[in-house]
């Protein structure tokens, strides 16, 4: 007799596509400061958090609140702000503390001033995502360093065991496939701690349930995850 389904009550919203983002302790600072634009107190919003923690769903959540526009390094370095914007109201960064490697660090400091300058002069903001705070990437331009101390901070933890439960009921709920208490907590004790990571074990799991047609079960998903341990050749 199997164990019931899991069934967690979190809120959602809409985020990649099809997806939902899962507000839990771990990421609702960050959320809370998304649900206030445009009544921020800084141009700047940095949410910092390790791989797989979330960064880049709440990265769509803001596009999709606000319709801005996201801006990569090179964009940053090959035009100027006003281009960049085009009358967005809001723009993203992902991973800046990523980007400021040694050979265009200089370059980029002084694009991403002023952007920052341009933002505040427009009324208009910007949220920036990082594995780190702006304090540890290592900024050298002082007017960029003293404007990022202004910016608004959100950190997100790696995911606990009940956001990690959620989510991967939700994954398998989007597939249309049952998964049991007895399964989720076997995965719980043996997978990364990341998001990433479970979207990787979910397909692999409806590849092979489909290929044998079976259920989601805990022999099938102990297949399943050697496998994915298994060193690439």
Same mark, same amino acid.
């Given at each position: 007799?199997?164990?019931? +389904? ?10 990649? !596509?099809?997806?939902?983002? $899962? ?29 797989? %923690?979330?960064?880049?769903? =709440?990265? +769509?959540?803001? $596009? ?9 390094? *090179?964009?940053? #370095? ?5 281009? =960049? ?5 809001? %723009?993203? &960064? ?9 050979? @265009? ?6 694009? =991403?001033?002023? $952007?920052? @300058? ?30 990022? /101390? ?19 009921? /939700? ?16 995965? +719980? ?8 990571? *479970? ?7 409806? /590849? &092979?349930?489909?290929? !044998? ?12 995850? !050697?496998? #994915?341990?298994?060193? @690439?050749?």
């Amino acid at each position: 007799m199997s164990s019931p +389904q899991l069934v967690l009550d979190f809120e959602h919203r809409p985020a990649l !596509e099809s997806e939902d983002f $899962l507000v839990t302790p771990c990421n609702q600072e960050a959320v809370a400061w998304i649900d206030e634009w445009p009544h921020w107190s800084s141009p700047a919003f940095v949410i910092h958090g390790p791989s797989g %923690c979330g960064k880049s769903h =709440l990265a +769509q959540v803001f $596009l999709a609140r606000t319709s801005g526009v996201r801006i990569s390094p *090179l964009q940053l #370095l090959e035009k100027d702000s006003p281009a =960049l914007l085009g009358g967005a109201a809001a %723009c993203l &960064l992902d991973d800046m503390d990523v980007a400021f490697a040694p050979g @265009n660090k200089g370059a980029l400091e002084e694009a =991403l001033l002023h $952007l920052y @300058n341009t933002l505040k002069e427009q009324g208009s903001t910007m949220m920036i995502t990082a594995k780190s705070p702006p304090s540890r990437w290592g900024v050298s331009l002082a007017d960029l360093s003293s404007r990022l /101390k202004t910016a608004t901070l959100a950190e997100i933890s790696a995911p606990d065991d009940v956001l990690l439960a959620a989510v991967l009921v /939700k994954q398998f709920s989007d597939r249309q496939l049952r998964i049991d208490r007895d399964v989720v907590a076997f995965v +719980q004790t043996r997978i990364e701690r990341s998001f990433r990571a *479970l979207g990787q074990l979910v397909a692999a799991a409806d /590849k &092979l349930a489909l290929a !044998e047609k079976r259920r989601i079960t805990i022999p099938l998903m102990r297949r399943v995850l !050697e496998e #994915l341990d298994e060193p @690439n050749e």
